[in-house]
């Protein structure tokens, strides 16, 4: 599983890069850059703020990337001891790679929405978009939550 998500995290990172610098071209000056809670338009700007999506992305992936090498320092919902340690890390990074994953589909779909948006006078997102998202990632938080709170 951990490798599984490592390998689609590292393979989603190019995705949105190849995705946006192929679009790119085509795009007018002036995309959709924002949608509401609805996912209908309500910000637009320079095309060039596509960029800022696989950018941010690649950033919080390699940041977490480095934070998940160092489990002891995170706080947790129970008291690490001998006996728990190796499957609380195991939990909490497990959460990480997910997350890392989660935070960059987002922000892909939000490029391939902007892209979609911006030859249409900005007809939104879809309603969908934001429960997918705050699915994608409190699912795995709640997950994590009662799995490490569970006695072996």
């Known amino acids: 599983m ?44 320079s095309k060039a703020s596509l960029f800022a999506l696989p950018v941010i992305s690649t950033i919080l992936f390699a940041g977490i990337t480095i934070l998940s090498r160092y ?12 006996e728990n340690a190796l ?8 959460l990480l790679r997910i997350l ?6 987002m922000f892909g779909m939000i490029a391939i929405m902007m892209v979609q948006n911006a030859g249409d006078s900005g007809k939104g997102s879809g309603s969908a978009f934001l429960p997918f998202a705050l699915g ?17």
């Open 2 to 45: 951990d490798v599984v998500l490592e390998v689609a995290g590292f393979m989603a990172i190019p995705g949105v890069w190849i995705f946006v610098l192929m679009h790119y071209p085509g795009l007018p000056d002036t995309i959709p850059t924002h949608f509401n809670a609805l996912g209908e338009v309500d910000g637009y700007g």
């Open 71 to 82: 489990p002891r320092v995170f706080n947790y919902p129970v008291k690490i001891n001998p």
């Open 87 to 94: 499957r609380q890390y195991t939990l909490a990074v497990r």
């Open 100 to 105: 890392k994953l989660a935070v960059v589909i």
């Open 136 to 152: 994608i990632i409190f699912v795995p938080l709640f997950a994590y939550f009662w799995l490490a709170s569970k006695k072996k």
